[in-house]
């Protein structure tokens, strides 16, 4: 295992937020000189503003202007203000920059994109030891608030140490980034330095995202350590996917300051590192130490070993590492596939080919509850060294058990034993269970135990097939106490050994195979009478179904923007049944969960870029189409506008095209007499949920109508987008802005179905209020949507909304306090709400509507709620009266753990540690067409109506969903709030019918998304 990364000495360097201060400070002293009032000075607001450099500039003579630009971007980072959103816009060309740019919070950096803007740097001035060209430094915890996209960095044949260095800040963003040739990595991203092997840092940075990023022979070699391409650590909630690593010397993704990571994802990477390496023998794809809560490690794609380490004693730790494909170049490849030294983590899914141990499991505090279930370890030729295993325990520290790993359905192939026990101290391994595993091709024996005295206990090796195995047990030292190795099978297992590696390479070929219903029942899904053992299940035909979907066609962008495609399809077919499809750019695959539509917009682009996009289907059973033709899209050039507001009439708040949209009613219209409707139409051109949604409600009349907006003078450019909800060609309409026509013609003129959006017209506003005339030529004239942009003067909104009034609780519970509120008014708009109970605001996003339920509060406890009112602009007004509540006394009813052992888990559903739960205990991944919770012995006395609490954990943003059914009859769908962390616990009350007697209760995802984790249910 990897040696700890040494801390490196902190920057010692000053904040940039304070230098401007002293800047501003500076200037009103010198205003008071000069006899400037100070108020018409210190009361001056900065707008978000574009400033722009090019190596054509001058930092001497330009303003920062468009038409003057600055020449270098260092120069710009220290003359542009902080925290209001601006952005530094790089022109097109090579960029020499001499000195570190040190960035403020809250100021962005775009490019023309990676192909058209380098910044070079090499021998800049050392900053805390080190020379890194891209400094984002907060000495204590800042809120970043800033994106880096769209050019490439040059480090110059490695003269540059690093290429971009984020510390102490969130909500940090880092996407369509090159970097190139830097001599210790590319990008670190950490909280600070604080942390230790077994110290948490003093806070952990959020809101970190590190996507479409190319970064090619960025990372280093040293002594006794090795840096790697992205260097991150102190992180919780981090997104780190689809980049592309290349790396000659170093690792792929590493940790920095001992690590320290909560609910990372990573996700649809694909790395490349050096398979030579006399440090560790070949560098590592991926490391992470002191990886926990929910982290999760994904469909990447890798050449190389990975390390995952928790070095804390922790026990409630948890992870997934599923769905990765790991195929390492060299025969005598001299490391673990995985090296785990982790406790509660789930490893399924995965592919890893010519590997010395498929998984070593390491000596660490809490090596306990792991499963290691459905992989392939293929080896092409058995490893040079003569101790390889597929699964290797080793356990030398004193005192630190390993307890209850369970190694399910996997396929292992050409080690010399299929695991190896190596339990050579007083720390014992106990309750392994070995179960429905195939082995074949293995030089010596299933198993090999290396144990001195007894200390590998209660192992359980059943229903195994073994096949060139010459023996069940090879032990030295003292047999294991309790050893079970009954009903294991020998001889070919029968498997399709034609196709793709690993599917359908390794899936039984016929329903006779001798795997075939063959296993035993260890909680995984299963189709037969019993599970089959090995990786695949037999599914009815000759390796199961091999046959591809077609290719998708009729491959179109109906829409873009600067930093958007919308993509369009026509639908594949299959044998079977498509089950989505997976959109490219180049060879970067931009999404992370399978497309189930025929549509899909790819954000997070480079202005006036090119981009070349096709689409393949996938079937049930991994089947992957030929690409579709080839569809090149080149994005807008970057706009000069500012999104002030969109306006979804008729319906509720939405995002479209990456923009926050209003609901009408938070939006402050004035409308003249009008009607609504709303329909149930597909979209042609095909859309995304939240588009289909705002297109399908709309205002309408008979004659003409208007429409007034409160908004800041100046001028605006208008959107309107109308869909045809009746007949085709029915309606078409002229548009007055401020009295003046907008339309030349009309428009409106459509098939039923089709949609437009129209504009951009141009509109003045002088006195407060945009006007708006909608004029009848045919039909009934309807609007769906209004989208208005500042084109400059306006929309530089600072006015705070009113405070909400009438605070009230119609209802609560031991642990809910539902609240209500009546609407504040703003001059431009309520874009929503946020509620607090003390100083703790309760809801993770906005509150669209005037009411809200806090979860996870103790019963029988008083608080004190407020509610406050934010705009657009971010402007957030006073609180409103505070209301005291006191939540009822804990529930008496019966109740009935999760995690109990009567209950049934299936596929990927799992028992994980929760210290706040009830129990200690929830149960966690259910949904994702996998896992299911079924709860049995729910008792009634008498066959009628009941109320069930669910008491869950939703760490998420955004609500989860559930399917609920009852004793096997229709389900229903839950709707579980966020409760704020994975920590919370909140409850959502059930109407169910129950039986008199015993009863179950099912919870499960038909869709690939997941449900909360759950504690109880509780029956009143």
Request: hydrophobic share 35%; charged share 10%.
């Amino acid at each position: 295992m990897a040696q700890s990364e040494c801390n490196e000495t902190n920057i010692a360097k000053e904040d940039v937020v304070m230098k401007l201060h002293r800047l501003i400070m500076v200037l009103l002293a010198a205003a008071v000189v000069a006899g400037v009032g100070l108020p018409s000075f210190a009361g001056r607001a900065f707008a978000a503003t574009n400033y722009y450099v090019s190596p054509a500039g001058s930092d001497s003579t330009g303003s920062g202007s468009a038409g003057s630009p600055w020449k270098t971007i260092a120069y710009a980072a220290a003359h542009v203000p902080a925290g209001v959103g601006n952005t530094i816009v790089l022109s097109a060309g090579t960029f020499t920059e001499t000195q570190p740019i040190q960035l403020p919070v809250g100021v962005n950096v775009t490019g023309a994109g990676v192909s058209q803007t380098t910044v070079s740097a090499g021998s800049l001035p050392a900053a805390g030891g080190r020379t890194e060209l891209f400094l984002l430094v907060s000495p204590s915890h800042a809120n970043g608030s800033q994106t880096l996209s769209g050019f490439t960095i040059n480090g110059q044949s490695k003269a540059l140490e690093a290429g971009i260095h984020a510390e102490g800040r969130d909500n940090v963003v880092i996407h369509d980034v090159n970097v190139t040739n830097t001599k210790h990595t590319a990008m670190r991203i950490i909280s600070g330095w604080t942390a230790t092997d077994t110290t948490a840092p003093s806070f952990y940075v959020t809101g970190i995202q590190v996507y479409n990023n190319v970064l090619t022979n960025v990372a280093q070699d040293l002594s006794g350590w090795t840096s790697g391409a992205i260097l991150i650590g102190g992180v919780d909630g981090a997104l780190v996917h689809h980049n592309t690593i290349n790396e000659n010397a170093g690792y792929g993704i590493k940790f920095e300051n001992s690590g320290w990571f909560k609910g990372l994802k990573v996700y649809n990477n694909t790395i490349n590192t050096n398979s030579y390496d006399t440090l560790w023998g070949a560098d590592a794809s991926l490391e992470f130490w002191n990886i926990y809560d929910n982290s999760e490690i994904y469909n990447n794609t890798l050449n190389n070993w990975v390390s995952l380490v928790n070095r804390f004693a922790g026990t409630g730790t948890s992870l997934s590492f599923h769905d990765n494909t790991e195929i390492n170049a060299r025969d005598d490849n001299p490391n673990a596939g995985v090296e785990m030294a982790v406790g509660n983590a789930k490893m399924y899914n995965n592919y890893i080919e010519q590997s010395r141990w498929g998984v070593g499991l390491w000596q660490e505090k809490y090596v306990s509850n792991n499963e290691i279930y459905n992989n392939v370890f293929y080896n092409r030729v058995l490893p040079a060294d003569d101790w390889n295993s597929g699964i290797y325990f080793e356990n030398l520290n004193v005192g630190y058990a390993y307890n209850n790993n369970k190694i399910y359905n996997n396929y292992f192939n050409k080690y010399e034993q299929a695991v190896w026990y190596k339990a050579v101290g007083n720390s014992p391994i106990t309750n392994t269970k070995f179960q429905n595993n195939i082995v074949e091709d293995m030089e010596y024996a299933l198993i090999l135990t290396a144990s001195d005295t007894n200390y590998l206990v209660d192992t359980t090796m059943t229903y195994n097939v073994l096949n060139n195995v010459p023996a069940v047990l090879r032990a030295f030292g003292s047999t294991p106490v309790n050893l079970v190795t009954t009903n294991n099978l020998t001889g070919s297992p029968g498997l399709t050994g034609s196709g793709a590696k690993p599917d359908p390479y390794f899936r039984p070929s016929s329903a006779s195979s001798l795997v075939v219903n063959a296993g035993t029942n260890v909680g995984l899904p299963y189709s037969g009478t019993a599970p089959d053992i090995g990786r695949y299940e037999w599914t009815g035909s000759g390796g199961g179904d091999t046959t591809s979907p077609t290719a998708p066609s009729g491959l179109a962008s109906p829409s873009k923007t600067d930093t958007s495609v919308n993509l369009t399809w026509t639908a594949s077919t299959d044998n079977v049944g498509v089950a989505g499809y997976d959109v490219f750019r180049g060879t970067t695959k931009v999404n992370a969960a399978l497309i189930t539509s025929t549509s899909y917009t790819v954000t997070g682009l480079s202005a006036s870029t090119a981009y070349s996009f096709t689409v393949k289907a996938k079937d049930a059973a991994g089947n992957e189409s030929a690409a579709s033709g080839a569809l090149s899209v080149t994005t807008n050039a970057a706009s000069s506008s500012t999104f002030v507001k969109g306006i979804n009439f008729n319906g509720g708040a939405a995002t479209i095209n990456g923009n926050a949209w209003l609901a009408e009613s938070s939006a402050g219209l004035t409308l003249s007499a009008v009607s609504r409707t709303t329909s149930a139409l597909t979209p042609s051109p095909a859309v995304d949920g939240a588009t289909s949604g705002m297109l399908n409600s709309a205002i309408w009349n008979s004659g003409n109508f208007s429409v007034d907006q409160s908004l800041t003078n100046g001028t605006y450019q208008v959107y309107l987008w109308v869909i045809e909800n009746y007949a085709a060609n029915y309606r078409s309409f002229n548009v007055n802005l401020e009295g003046a026509s907008a339309t030349s013609s009309p428009i409106g003129s459509l098939a039923l179905g089709s949609w437009v959006r129209y504009g951009p017209y141009a509109a003045t506003v002088g006195d407060g209020v945009l006007d708006m005339d909608v004029l009848k030529v045919t039909g009934d004239p309807h609007l769906m949507g209004m989208e208005i942009w500042s084109t400059g003067g306006g929309g530089s909104d600072t006015t705070a909304p009113t405070a909400p009034t009438g605070l009230a609780s119609p209802g609560k519970t031991d642990t809910t306090v539902s609240l209500s509120w009546t609407a504040a008014t703003d001059n431009v708009g309520v874009a929503g709400y946020d509620v607090y109970y003390g100083t703790t605001k309760a809801n993770a996003s906005a509150i669209a509507g005037t009411s809200y339920t806090v979860t996870g509060l103790t019963p029988s406890t008083a608080y004190s709620f407020t509610v406050k009112a934010k705009d657009a602009a971010g402007n957030v007004s006073a609180a409103s009266g505070a209301l005291s509540a006191t939540t009822n006394a804990a529930s008496s009813g019966t109740a009935y753990e999760a995690e109990a052992a009567a209950n049934l888990l299936t596929g990927g559903a799992w028992k994980g540690s929760c210290s706040t739960c009830s129990g200690g205990f929830a149960v966690k991944n259910v949904g994702n067409n996998d896992g299911t919770l079924q709860v049995n012995g729910v008792s009634a006395p008498s066959t009628g109506s009941y109320t069930l609490k669910v008491y869950y954990l939703n760490g998420d943003p955004a609500a989860r969903t559930s399917l609920m059914s009852v004793n096997g009859g229709a389900p229903v769908t839950v709707t579980f709030a966020p409760t704020g962390s994975w920590t919370t616990v909140g409850s959502v009350n059930v109407t169910v019918a129950l039986n008199a007697g015993s009863n179950s209760v099912k919870f499960y995802h038909n869709a690939g998304s997941y449900a909360p984790d759950f504690d109880k249910l509780e029956r009143l």
